[in-house]
């Protein structure tokens, strides 16, 4: 049986999400217009040769080059995405105690590693984990564990998938699409809250961040950032 690479589902996957956010943040398509216009202009410019990329690296290549944001709420959560991530050739890389900073959470990012999957692809996801000890109120702090218990933010699809790529080292084109789509709804936008008004406001009140992270069914991408090759133009 022949499988599709990681860095093919990988690169599936980055661009699924983005046409996924453009959707739900109409903005972002137009970021990322604006974006491919700089970069072409950049590369047709005198300043190109002093930007050191990579030799053959064109327009389209740059622009999709894309870095998300993720929350997670409980530990379990994290070990699956983990399982997931690994499906697409992206592992742990550094680790972020962002409690310094106030925000009751600690990070790593899931990226590729070796220097061809990068080149091939480096969509990376920057995976923040909510440190509910860090809820000072003992009883907002069980709402919110209790609420975090009771959601399960992969389809059942993606989980078996998941453990059939891990079993058989890797998936078919076939299995590699459905795991894509059912991965991505992990990441979707879900608008209506699963915790009433009251501890929502509670929550929120404790820090907007926990909120967040408590009161949906899934994590929903944050963010997603393209690359620019001129910044401030880009910003103008």
Not at 40 to 69: C, Y
Not at 190 to 196: K, L, S, T
Request: negative net charge; proline residues 5%.
């Amino acid at each position: 049986m022949s499988f599709k690479t990681p860095n093919h589902i990988r690169a599936e996957f980055s661009a699924a999400m983005s046409a996924m956010y453009r959707t739900e943040v109409p903005a972002y398509g137009t970021l990322m217009q604006i974006v491919g216009q700089i970069n072409d202009e950049t590369l047709g410019s005198d300043v190109a040769q002093s930007l050191n990329l990579t030799p053959e690296e064109d327009t389209d290549r740059i622009s999709q080059e894309r870095h998300g944001a993720i929350r997670l709420g409980t530990a379990a959560e994290l070990a699956m995405i983990r399982r997931v991530f690994a499906v697409m050739g992206m592992f742990p890389v550094g680790y972020y105690d962002l409690s310094v900073a106030s925000v009751p959470v600690h990070s790593t990012a899931f990226r590729p590693i070796a220097r061809d999957d990068l080149a091939h692809n480096p969509f990376r996801v920057f995976t923040s984990l909510l440190r509910t000890e860090l809820i000072e109120d003992d009883a907002l702090r069980a709402k919110a564990e209790t609420a975090l218990t009771a959601r399960s933010i992969f389809t059942p699809t993606a989980i078996a998938l998941t453990t059939k790529a891990e079993d058989q080292g890797g998936l078919c084109d076939e299995d590699a699409d459905d795991f894509v789509a059912q991965v991505l709804e992990t990441f979707r936008w879900h608008p209506d809250a699963r915790v009433d008004a009251h501890v929502f406001d509670e929550l929120i009140a404790a820090h907007r961040l926990i909120a967040d992270v408590v009161s949906f069914k899934g994590p929903h991408i944050n963010h997603l950032t393209p690359r620019t090759l001129d910044i401030d133009a880009a910003q103008t």
